[in-house]
């Protein structure tokens, strides 16, 4: 509100200091212009030339006069600015912090994204009290989430551990069959999910890195069969919001790929829910089964149930690098329901999983 009075008082001084000159001007150029052979007229011409140089010279003063004050009230005024910034500095500080801090999309949009690395790295050093650490972790989190094609929300995993018929019931090339159902909620970032069965290991690190490669299945040649074989790995059934999807197969030597399209009428920021059902062999004397997370996922539930499997005993191992404790519920004795569940409200990042490590009933000598 000051500055166009500040502005009016500028142009009415200017006006003043133009009309006194203008007729300080006009008085001694009349006063010179009347006959002085005239005594009266001298007298005239010496009342206007003296009013003339009066009202100039009030011109004159008035116009430096005003522009000493200009001058001196801009400097008191830049005086009081700088005071009140240096007063009000803490304040403005702290509203911005807390802008920035609490509002993600005002710190993304004066930031680029390098700036925005280093101000999560810095941040955490702070924190942590060790620069190296914090930018390490940093870095490594930042890796494995961006590289993420998605993320999943709600995921349950229901595991079935039985004998395998079509083999010897015990010794060398004994198999369990695991029946292994996943459910998850997800906005898909390819419209095409791929399965893939291999007996190569480096292969099979790859695809576990492969942001195209949905699950991976590894088959240890020593069990005797070809990873490329249908009893190997076979991926039953895949539906998308309820409803089912066609999977195709294909395979080469020591490797098999299922290949299944969504359907045109999922959108690419649509969140469906994808269910989807496959079997794999599992050495029953190689008494391991790992499960593998190869996205981000938000809230886990896994259940496995050996009850018909000959198990003695069932010993899981979650591998979630985080602060909270998973929920495991486990049968007390044999007697019990042979089922293991695990569950974690949090996030479980990519390549986190889960083991489960068993003892046979027949390596006691007896059963119960």
């Known amino acids: 509100m000051q500055k166009p009075f500040h502005q009016l008082r500028k142009v009415m001084l200017q006006l003043v200091v133009v009309v006194l000159v203008a007729a300080g001007v006009g008085l001694i150029v009349l006063g010179y212009s009347l006959d002085p052979d005239a005594s009266p007229a001298e007298r005239w011409s010496a009342a206007l030339v003296a009013f003339g140089f009066t009202f100039f010279t009030a011109g004159g003063v008035t116009m430096i006069w005003e522009a000493y004050l200009r001058r001196v009230n801009d400097q008191l005024a830049e005086v009081s600015l700088d005071a009140a910034l240096h007063r009000a500095a803490p304040a403005i500080r702290d509203a911005v912090l807390d802008s920035l801090a609490f509002n993600a999309q005002t710190l993304k949009g004066v930031t680029s994204d390098e700036q925005l690395d280093h101000i999560a790295a810095n941040a955490l050093a702070l924190r942590l009290d060790d620069e190296e650490l914090a930018r390490d972790l940093y870095t490594d989190l930042r890796d494995q989430v961006l590289t993420a094609p998605e993320r999943w929300r709600d995921v349950k995993v229901a595991i079935t551990l039985s004998p395998w018929d079509k083999g010897p019931e015990v010794g060398k090339g004994s198999m369990f069959v695991a029946t292994i159902r996943w459910e998850y909620k997800v906005k898909p970032a390819s419209n095409t999910m791929r399965f893939a069965s291999v007996v190569d290991e480096n292969e099979y690190r790859e695809l576990l890195r492969d942001p195209g490669t949905t699950s991976a299945w590894h088959f240890d040649a020593s069990g005797g069969f070809d990873a490329a074989h249908p009893d190997v790995f ?50 029953r004397h190689g008494h391991l089964l790992y499960l593998d997370l190869p996205r981000p996922a938000k809230g886990l539930h896994v259940q496995l149930d050996y009850g018909h499997a000959g198990i003695r005993w069932m010993n899981t191992q979650e591998y979630f690098a985080s602060s909270r404790v998973p929920r495991i519920e486990q049968a007390g004795t044999a007697k019990d329901a042979q089922v293991v569940n695990i569950g974690f409200d949090g996030w479980v990042l990519p390549r986190a999983g889960v083991d489960f490590v068993w003892v046979l009933e027949e390596e006691f000598g007896s059963t119960i």
């Open 234 to 283: 076979e991926l039953v059934t895949l539906s998308v919001d309820g409803k089912s999807r066609k999977v195709r197969r294909t395979e080469r030597a020591g490797a098999q790929v299922y290949t299944v399209s969504l359907g045109t009428d999922v959108g690419a920021d649509q969140e469906v829910t994808v269910a989807y059902t496959y079997r794999g062999l599992v050495q």
